[in-house]
């Protein structure tokens, strides 16, 4: 079964630094997905990224890009010059295409605060 | 705004009362999966509909139940409500089928507190 590991349950960093948050999952498939999803004290769920496994271009959203280590299986999430709105829970996604039912399977979530 | 509508945005209920929580999938979108969040808990995966039909159950109580209409909207029945049953609600939506299109885009949630 598939599984994706967060290790890091808080961070916290200045406004306007670098932060990188870590994701690793196990899977024996070839081809998945892989999301990052932000969800800010609203609560609202937001995607923010996503990469295709065939694929080996990091993707990049404006000040979010992702750092894809296939073969460590290992998915972090890079922020920018990062802003006080970037505070969130992050959560790391996993999903198999070949699963029919094309469901996520969730990290834990790392909570990141972002400081004045 | 992702383009998945879920109401009410807020319920507030007794306990062993009945509620129903109502979700628009996006524009052209087959597939509608619930969620439940707890504070401070990860999502918890409830049903998915696709096209009208159930496609897969996940950690969801007897009490609860859902469907999907022809219009492709979705309905989460909850009954016999327990404090424990407060949570946030997500209803999420996703084409299903075409590599560009496997991403579940999730509505606001619908906040319920059973007092």
């Known amino acids: 079964a598939q599984t994706v590991t967060q290790s890091q349950p808080e961070m916290s960093v200045q406004e306007a630094e670098t932060v990188t948050l870590s994701c690793t999952y196990d899977t024996s498939e070839s081809n998945y997905y892989l999301f990052w999803y932000k969800q800010p004290p609203s609560r609202q769920m937001i995607l923010v990224i996503r990469?295709?496994?065939?694929k080996q271009q990091n993707a990049t959203e404006n000040r979010f890009s992702v750092n894809f280590q296939k073969a460590a299986k290992s998915f972090s999430l890079k922020i920018s010059d990062s802003q006080l709105g970037d505070t969130a829970m992050y959560f790391c996604?996993?999903?198999?295409?070949?699963?029919?039912?094309?469901?996520?399977?969730w990290g834990a979530g790392t909570k990141l605060i972002i400081k004045p | 705004d992702s383009g998945v509508t879920q109401t009410p945005k807020h319920l507030i209920t007794a306990t062993g009362q009945r509620v129903t929580l109502r979700c628009s999938p996006r524009?052209?979108?087959?597939?509608v999966y619930w969620y439940q969040q707890s504070l401070d808990q990860g999502l918890q995966f409830l049903i998915q509909?696709?096209?009208?039909?159930?496609?897969a159950k996940g950690n969801i109580l007897e009490r609860f139940s859902a469907q999907q209409f022809p219009d492709l909207h979705s309905e989460l029945n909850l009954s016999s409500l327990e404090l424990g049953d407060s949570a946030l609600y997500f209803c999420?939506?996703?084409?299903?089928?075409?590599?560009?299109?496997?991403?579940?885009?999730f509505g606001p949630g619908t906040r319920l507190t059973v007092l």
């Open positions: 524009s052209g979108d087959l597939s």
């Open positions: 999420a939506s996703s084409v299903v089928g075409g590599a560009s299109t496997d991403t579940q885009y």
């Open positions: 990469q295709e496994a065939y």
């Open positions: 509909y696709y096209n009208g039909e159930e496609r």
């Open positions: 996604a996993f999903m198999n295409p070949m699963d029919s039912n094309y469901q996520l399977i």
